[in-house]
């Protein structure tokens, strides 16, 4: 009877460490997505005569994201070809910025000091995400912060697009933030 016993304490043994030893990943398309999750708004105040102004200057977009491979991410030394400064892939957080012009909204041209019309750069790089090991996926939330006012601008309601490249260069797909009213 005690043999019985302590072979099916044995097998039972094996059993529940076969059980928790097959451990499943999650899986994911090797090209990242990227899902809208958030926009707060940061106020300041600022002394306007004898009251107290609010402004709006800064807000923190949050996104989460999959990626099968994990190879999201770049390091400070990541420079060369095609990471190197000028190239599409330099950044890689790409957010473009709108304002609600006349009821539609426009992706903002600005003069720079030189006299010359760009758009506002909100772009990015955010840092080496790649985990450790032989499982590679990975998944999580970014959270970016953002300038909301344009000072050269008289309009106050502003959203952004957004997208991601992983170092293979796959591009995400793109989110879109809400309508944000700023406070001029």
Known sequence: MKSITK??????????????????????????????????????????????????????????????DGDLGLRSEDTNAPFNPGSPYYYNIIV???????????????????GVTDTINFNGRFPYLTPDGNHK???????????????LSTYDTVKFKVYIYDRALHKSNEIETPEIQVFK
Do not use: W
Not at 106 to 111: F, H, S, Y
């Open 7 to 68: 072979i099916a304490l044995f097998f039972s043994g094996i059993l529940i460490l076969m059980l928790f030893s097959c451990q499943k990943f999650t899986e994911y398309p090797k090209e990242p997505q990227i899902q809208f999750e958030s926009f707060m708004l940061l106020v300041d105040t600022v002394p306007d005569g004898d009251t107290i102004k609010i402004i709006s200057n800064r807000g923190i977009l949050a996104f989460s994201y999959t990626d099968g």
């Open 96 to 114: 473009k910025y709108f304002e609600k012009q006349n009821g539609h909204f426009v992706q903002v041209p600005v003069t720079n000091p030189d």
């Open 137 to 151: 996926a990975i998944r999580g939330i970014i959270n970016d912060t953002l300038l909301v006012n344009n000072p």
